[in-house]
């Protein structure tokens, strides 16, 4: 084991000592990163590329001067590995370490300050000495809940991503556990994958992919095949999967700035109409991601004429609506609010958007914005019956909560009233000052 014990920190000693002993890391073997290790790590895997890393470092300058020090501030740093959110020789040289090690990076200028260097802290084309510990290392979460996380095993090319709509040619292999469910080259339409089994998390993570990337997506039931399973592959409801994913090629879809108004309006009866058919089959998600396309396109649009504006507004209105019927089943009440409250803001009578409204505010405890949702309909129409009976539960449960508070405040104020009994005290209420002057005046 290569060790940097000792260490001499002129520049020449330095450059030759890590060249004698350390390890060229970089790609092209220009010794622009040699690595010496201290103290190995746990053998076994090594980040990949997007993974979010958790190191310590010492940086210095070769003559042994310290310019920065995570351990000083107490506090190790966080990035994405092998995106070019740190020096290009932390990336290079982190990508080959293990959990746990400890390392010294000798870097070159061109790897680390370059030719500037960093004012007050690295001379102008300045080689520098890095002295790192991986303490840890996860997958990129490309959704908020952690439902889809992606480890980068190839990294892609060029700039672009597929975009919802585009096609696809990928290559797959699914695993569930340790047995290969799904291997084959397919194309499929973003946002469409739902149409050749493949799952929800493989289709919303193509537009983070590029060319010629193969990535491992770890998917939870939501992102996979949710509670129904999927016994065309033998897998049963609820399970963890993964999919190892190679983006061979991609035809992106023209965006919104592209299309003029009358191809927006056709392509989104075809949309419309896809989003009908997933919401019919219950695969909500998918559904969505037809509605919100439409929204995205006309949002801003105006129409030329009055029948042209009408058949915008009608779009809008109708994928708001139907968001929100979608949010409803799939218990996400906060957004069918807020699409509601969309078709609210255009159409403040909308019969259909007050209801949902409701809808969703009752399941979020809100019962007297409801109540005042439900009534409102019955202003729209009085013969919704649906509505009338929303009123009676929200009234029922409004009733109920008034209950539940008089008995709280009812045991509270008795437990008061046991221990001043117990400490013989008497429990006095102090009047504001104000008031005692209203009462003296009146």
Not at 9 to 29: E, R
Not at 297 to 311: A, D, M, N, P, S
Not at 363 to 384: H, K, M, T
Request: hydrophobic fraction near 35%.
């Amino acid at each position: 084991m290569t060790t940097d014990q000792d260490l001499p920190m002129d520049h020449q000693s330095s450059t030759a000592l890590f060249a004698a002993k350390g390890i060229d890391v970089t790609t092209n073997k220009d010794q622009g990163v040699i690595k010496v290790i201290k103290h190995p790590g746990v053998d076994g895997d090594r980040p990949m590329i997007g993974d979010r890393v958790t190191v310590h470092y010492t940086g210095k300058l070769v003559t042994g001067k310290k310019f920065d020090c995570s351990r000083e501030r107490k506090e190790p740093f966080c990035f994405n590995v092998g995106k070019g959110q740190v020096l290009r020789a932390w990336d290079i040289g982190v990508l080959s370490m293990q959990r746990g090690e400890v390392c010294t990076l000798l870097c070159k200028p061109e790897y680390a300050y370059g030719a500037a260097g960093n004012p007050d802290k690295i001379p102008p084309s300045s080689s520098v000495v890095f002295e790192m510990e991986l303490i840890k290392f996860e997958g990129e979460a490309l959704t908020g809940d952690g439902g889809i996380v992606r480890r980068i095993k190839v990294k892609g090319e060029g700039y672009t991503n597929p975009n919802d709509g585009s096609v696809v040619n990928v290559h797959l292999e699914g695993r569930c556990g340790d047995r290969l469910f799904d291997c084959r080259d397919v194309s499929f339409i973003v946002g469409q994958a739902e149409d050749k089994s493949i799952p929800l998390g493989v289709d919303r993570a193509m537009d983070k992919m590029q060319k010629g990337e193969c990535c491992l997506l770890y998917l939870k039931p939501k992102y996979g095949f949710g509670s129904e399973g999927k016994p065309e592959y033998k897998i049963g409801p609820d399970k963890d999967i993964v999919y190892e994913v190679t983006l061979k090629d991609f035809q992106r879809a023209k965006d919104s700035w592209e299309m003029d108004l009358k191809e927006k309006l056709d392509v989104s009866a075809e949309v419309k109409n896809k989003g009908n058919q997933y919401f019919k089959a219950g695969r909500y998600y998918q559904a969505v991601i037809q509605y919100q396309r439409i929204i995205s396109w006309l949002e801003i649009e105006y129409g030329t004429g009055e029948v042209q504006q009408k058949k915008i507004q009608d779009y809008i209105l109708t994928s708001h609506l139907n968001l929100a019927l979608c949010f409803l089943r799939l218990k996400e009440f906060t957004q069918a609010v807020d699409n509601c409250n969309k078709v609210i803001e255009l159409d403040e009578n909308n019969e259909k958007a007050l209801y949902r409204r409701g809808e969703a505010r009752l399941c979020r405890n809100e019962f007297s914005l409801a109540l005042a949702d439900f009534q409102q309909v019955l202003q729209v129409n009085s013969a919704n019956r649906a509505a009338r009976a929303q009123i009676s539960i929200c009234q029922s449960k409004i009733k109920e909560h008034h209950e539940k508070d008089k008995k709280t405040y009812a045991n509270m104020f008795q437990k008061f009233a046991e221990r001043d009994a117990k400490t013989g005290k008497t429990r006095t209420i102090e009047l504001p000052e104000r008031t005692f002057q209203w009462r003296q005046k009146h």
